[in-house]
C-alpha cells in the first residue's frame, strides 16, 4: 500500500541550532502539505505545494522556516534557528484528485521535535 | 474565522455500544468532510469521507453530514478497544485552487472493557 515517508520519526535539538525534515508523498501525488501538531491540538497548515509551487504559506513564520520541493516531488521544511516552542510534530501528507475531486489528505507518520 | 468544534471528552463507552461523536463548523459553503483517527504519539489516519447531506456507511462506521445544520458526524457501532483514540473532524473550506483542511482539536474516545 502506498504511503507518505518521513524522516526522521523523531529529532531532539537545542534551542538555536537548526534542524530539517525531509517528506516523500504518496507517488503521483501533486499536492503537499506540511502540518504541525501541538499536544491536545488538530493539526494546522504550514505550507501546501502543488508540483513544486507554494500555493499557501500563510501560516508559515517565514523568519525562521523554509520549505522547498525544488523537483516538484520530496520536501523539505527547515527550521533555523529552532525555539523552545516550536517543540511539536511535524506532519507531512499528500493529496491528488479522487474521482470526485475529493483530495483526500493521507499523511506520514510524522517527526516529533523536541526543543531543548 | 474559519472554525471545527469538537467536543474535547473524553468521551467513555462500554464495549459493543455505540460511540457518537459530533463535529460543527463555521463556514457555511465548505463541500468536503472528514474523519480522521489518531492513536497516541501516532499520526492521522483518514477513516471517512463525506460530501452530500444524509449517510455515509463503512463497516462500523457512519458519517453524517447535514449542511443545513453545519454538523457532520461519526457514528462508531459495536464499539471495540481498540477504537480507543482521538477522533479530528476536518474540513474544506469552499474556494478552488485551495484543499488545506481545518481541523478540529479532536474528540478522545475510550472504550471500556
Known amino acids: 500500500e502506498a504511503e507518505v515517508a518521513q524522516s526522521p520519526r523523531y529529532k531532539i535539538t537545542e534551542k538555536s541550532q537548526a534542524v530539517a525534515f525531509w517528506c516523500d508523498p504518496i507517488?503521483?501525488?501533486?499536492?503537499l502539505y506540511w502540518y504541525r501538531q501541538i499536544l491536545g491540538q488538530g493539526p494546522e497548515l504550514l505550507v501546501q505545494f502543488q508540483d513544486e509551487s507554494v500555493v499557501d504559506d500563510s501560516q508559515l513564520p517565514k523568519d525562521r522556516f523554509s520549505a522547498e520541493r525544488l523537483k516538484g516531488v520530496d520536501s523539505t521544511l527547515k527550521i533555523q534557528p529552532a525555539e523552545l516552542g516550536d517543540s511539536a510534530m511535524y506532519l507531512c501528507?499528500?493529496?491528488?484528485?479522487?474521482?470526485?475531486?475529493?483530495?483526500?489528505?493521507?499523511f506520514g507518520p510524522g517527526t516529533r521535535l523536541t526543543v531543548t | 474565522q474559519k472554525e471545527v468544534e469538537q467536543n474535547s471528552g473524553p468521551l467513555s463507552v462500554p464495549e459493543g455500544a455505540i460511540a457518537s461523536l459530533n463535529c460543527t463548523y463555521s463556514d457555511r459553503g465548505s463541500q468536503s468532510f472528514f474523519w480522521y483517527r489518531q492513536y497516541s504519539g501516532k499520526s492521522p489516519e483518514l477513516i471517512m469521507s463525506?460530501?452530500?447531506?444524509g449517510d455515509k456507511e463503512d463497516g462500523r462506521f457512519t458519517a453524517q453530514l447535514n449542511k443545513a445544520s453545519q454538523y457532520v458526524s461519526l457514528l462508531i457501532r459495536d464499539s471495540q478497544p481498540s477504537d480507543s483514540a482521538t477522533y479530528l473532524c476536518?474540513?474544506?473550506?469552499?474556494?478552488?485552487?485551495?484543499?488545506?483542511?481545518?481541523f478540529g482539536k479532536g474528540t478522545k474516545l475510550s472504550v471500556i472493557p
Open positions: 507517488s503521483g501525488h501533486a499536492t
Open positions: 476536518a474540513v474544506k473550506p469552499p474556494g478552488a485552487g485551495s484543499y488545506q483542511l481545518t
Open positions: 463525506i460530501y452530500s447531506n
Open positions: 501528507a499528500s493529496s491528488t484528485p479522487g474521482t470526485s475531486g475529493s483530495y483526500e489528505q493521507y
